[in-house]
């Protein structure tokens, strides 16, 4: 899933690629990526600074089945429920990631120790 937020000002935005990944021993993961711009150059960065897994499991852009082949499954499963609980508990617990909202993030860098805490979290359970 991506989400996008500002930094500072409405015309610094700022990206976040969420996706849950399943290794081989079939443990889920959660990893985010920031970046300026939502492309698949971007996406390409992200899938350089994942680990080996087995299975990615994301919302339905297509940018992701483009990047990570056929290790991104789009399609209606168990995941897609973790997907959305996902997405809503990123949206309640970081204001700024809410739709329409005129909250933004301070710096890029406070941005990401906000995620890196959520998604540290999200991990540990």
């Known amino acids: 899933m991506n989400f996008y937020t500002f930094v500072r000002r409405k015309d610094e ?24 711009k939502k492309n698949n150059e971007a996406l390409q960065e992200f899938e350089k600074s994942l680990p080996e897994v087995a299975q990615i499991y994301c ?16 399609e209606k499963s168990v995941y897609t429920n973790l997907i959305e609980s996902l997405n809503s508990s990123l949206r309640s617990k970081i204001s700024y990631l809410t739709r329409k909202s005129d909250k933004h993030a301070k710096s890029f860098d406070c941005l990401d120790y906000k995620l890196a805490n959520f998604f540290y979290r999200k991990n540990m359970l």
Do not use: C, P
């Open 13 to 36: 935005k700022v990206y976040v690629w969420a996706v849950i990944a399943v290794d081989r021993e079939d443990k889920q993961h959660y990893f985010y990526h920031l970046s300026r």
């Open 59 to 74: 919302d339905g852009n297509m940018s992701y089945s483009s990047v990570f082949g056929s290790k991104a499954t789009m």
